[in-house]
C-alpha cells in the first residue's frame, strides 16, 4: 500500500512572531527576542508535533531608515539573538527537527558559510539547512564597508557564484576520504581529497573545506527569492523554497513555474518541496479564531502601521489614515512590492489603516484565521491543487500560537492522512524526502 | 579573613588534544574531532572541575602547505568543527564554564564578529569570550579572495582598528534602553540607542548592533599574539591573554612588561589575567607519567615530526633524523619562531628527532611531566613568581588527559587553596575576576 504524499511543514520562530503587535499582547514576555529559552520552547513544541524544521529569517542590520515618524522604538524588531548560533544551541537541546538559518550572500564570504553550515551538520547529526538570500537593504550595506546595497544584477551573480563556491567546498572530501589507520599512521587518502581552485569575478576560493563531507551529504539549501534569478539558484541547488504568495493561483502559478525548471539541471520536480509561508489563527471555532485576530489588530500603533508600508509606499503619514491608498511615489525602491500592495488595496477597496493592518498582521504573508478543520482544509487545497507541498508556520505569537498550531490543526491534518505521526529518518534530509547527495552532490 | 589570591583555569579542547600522535593512541577515537560529544565531554569535565572556562584555538583554512614529504595525510588536523558554532552547543548543555572561541580579524567582519559573540553571550546567559587573532598563513589567505597573507603591519593595524569598531557596536545599547512598555507601545527609548558610524582605514561599520548589550556587559576579550602590537591590543581590551612561553624567566618578563602597559589605558594591571598554556602529562607517580609521555612520543610519525618544524626551519626531510639541527634557511618567513626554535636545538644539544619529538609533544607548548604533586608545584611557582595569573591546560589527549588532570591535579591546587572549590559568580566576567563593565565599556 503507498503512502499518500506527506505534507512538510516548518515552524518560523523568529522573534516574538509573525503579528507586529504580538510583544505588547499580555501573555507575552516582550524581551523574549534574546531569550534561548524562549525559541528553544517554540522548537520543542514543533519537535513534539513531528515538524520537519524549525526556520529563521535574519537581516544583518537594525533597519532604522523605514522611520516615517519616529516610529522604529515602537517596533520590537531591533534586536535578536543571530541565527547560527541560535540554531546551533537548540540543535544541542533537540534529537529530530531540522534547524535552517538564513545567511546573506551579499555580506558574508562563501568559506564562512560552508564551514559554519558544515559545522552545524555535524553537531546536529545531518538537520543543518541554509537558507539563501541576498539582503535588501541599504542598512546592511552600510555594515559591511559600503554606502549601498548591491544592485540587482550583481546581487545576484554574486549569489549564484557563492552558492556554487559553497557547495563546492562541501565537495572537499569523499565520504570515505578519513581512513583514520592507526597501524599505518594514514589518516586520510590523498586521493580523496579535493581542492576546488575557484576563480570567479566575485570571490577566490582555494579550499578544501576543513570539515569532513556532512552526514546529510550536504545541508539542505532553502532559497527565497521569487525572481527570476532566485529561480534559478533554486532550480539548481535547491531542496525547498520559502515563498511569500498570497493567493492560490499565483502560488499555483509558481509552482507550476519552478518545478518546470528543475529538470534542465537533472533533477526530479520532486526534489525540491516549495513551502508557502502561511500565518495561522486558530481556534477551537471560527469566532475563537477571529476574536483572537482582532484582539492583536487591535493593539497595532498606528506609527508602526505606517511604517510597514513606507518601504514600499513612501511616507503617508500626511494622508488620513481612514482615506483612500495613493498610487505608489515614482522613485519608490521596491517596485513590484509597491505595485503588489497598491493592487491590493484598489481591489479591495482598503483604506491606509486597513492596509497596514493587512500587512502588520503578518508582514505581508497569507494570513488564515478559522477553526483547524477550515485551516486544515485551506492547506490541503493547496497542497492537493499544485499550489504547495507544504508550508512554514509563522505563529502570530510565539510560542503561544505555535502551540496551539500543533494541538489543533497538527492532529487534523494527520487524521486527514496529510502529516506524518512520527519522523521517517534520522536527518532533515531524510524527512524533507530531498534527494540523496552521493559524492560529488552536483 | 582574605581569601588567598586565586588561579584560573582554561581548558584547551581543540581537536583529539595536543600530542599529535593521540589520534594513534589505542584508548583513542580517532573520529572524535567532528563529534560533538566528544567535546562536550570534555567542557563537563573541566566544568565539574570548576574550571573557568573552555578555549578553542582556530584556523581557517586547512594549512595543506606545511608538506615537507606527503605528511599532509598523516596529520588528524585536517579537519574539525568551527568554533562558534561548537561552543553555542557546548553551552547550551552547560551551564557555568566560560565559553572562549577564536576569531580572526584578518579574515572576518566586525559586524559578524560583533553578533555572533553578543549572541553567545545571550545565550550561555553571560559566558562568552572572543580570542582576537590575526592568523598567519597564505592558506587562509587563499579561502579568502587573496594570494598571501597580510603583511605584519597591516595585519595588526587592522586587527586593533577591528577590535575598536566590535566594542564600539557591544555599545549599541544602554543597559536600560529597552523599556518594553505595552501600555504606551514603546519599546526603547530612543535617546539610549547609540549609532557607531565608524569610518576607519580598513573598516566603515554604521551599526547600531541588532543585539541589546549583554549579560556581561559585553563578551570576554582574549588575546593571543606576543608582538608589541598584540600587547598593546591586549592592555587596551583584554580580559585574558594566552601565552607560550616556555620558560619560567622570559614569562615573568613578558608578564611584568604586559602588566605594566594597563595603566596607560586606565586600567589596573589585575583586569588582565595572563595565562600560559601547559600540557600535563600526570600520572600517580612521575614513572608513570613519563610512560604516558614517551608511549605518546613513539607513536610520532617521522614525516609528521619533519611537519612540525617545516615553517619554521623549512625541509629537513634530506638531512639525517639523528644528526644535529642545521641553521633555519635565510628565506624562513617565521624569523623569531625559526631562531626560538634553533636556539633551543643548540642549548640543549638536540638532534633533528628530538627538536621535532619536542615540538610535535606539544606544538610547542610547555610540557610538563611528573605527579600531580609535581604538577602543581610547577604552576604555583608561576604563579606566584610573577610569571601566571592562571594557565590554559592543554591536555595531551582529549578527554583522558583531562579526566586525569582533573581528578589528580585540580583537588592538590585545591588543598593548596589555589583554585576554587565552587564557582563565585554566574558569568564568565565574574568567576574570571575580570572588570565590571558599565555603559559605555571603554
Redesign the interface.
Known sequence: MTRKRQMRLGLSIRGLGYHLAA????DMD??GA???HHFLKSAQIAEAAKFDLVFLAD????R?RDEPA?S?????Q?????P???L??????TSHIGVVATGSTS???P??IA??F???D??SGGRAGWNVVTSWSD?EA?????DQHFDYDTRYERAAEFVDVVAGLWNS?EDDA?V?D?AS??????AK?H?LNHVGKH??????????RTPQGRPIISQAGANDAGKEIAARYADMVYTGNVDIEPAKAFYASLKSMLPRYGRHPDELKIMPAISPYVGRTEQEARDKFEELQALI?P??GLQQIYRQLGDMSAYPLDGPVPPPPADVEMVSDAQRLYNMAQKDNLTIRQLYERVAAASSMRVVVGSAEQIADTMEEWFTQGAADGFNICPPMLPHSAEEFCELVVPELQRRGLFRTEYEGTTLRENLGAAPQPFPAP
Do not use: M
Open positions: 510583544w505588547r499582547h499580555e516582550p524581551g534574546l531569550d534561548f537581516s544583518v542590520a537594525v532604522q519616529g522604529l522604538c515602537r517596533s520590537s531591533n534586536v535578536e539573538l543571530e547560527i548560533t541560535l546551533t544551541a537548540i540543535a544541542a537541546r555580506y558574508n564570504e568559506y564562512h564551514r559554519k558544515a559545522s552545524l555535524h553537531i542598512e552600510r555594515n559591511f564597508n559600503r572530501w578519513f583514520r592507526k599512521g594514514v589518516f586520510y587518502d590523498p581529497r581542492v570571490f577566490k576560493v582555494q579550499g578544501p573545506l576543513s570539515s569532513a500603533d506609527a508602526i
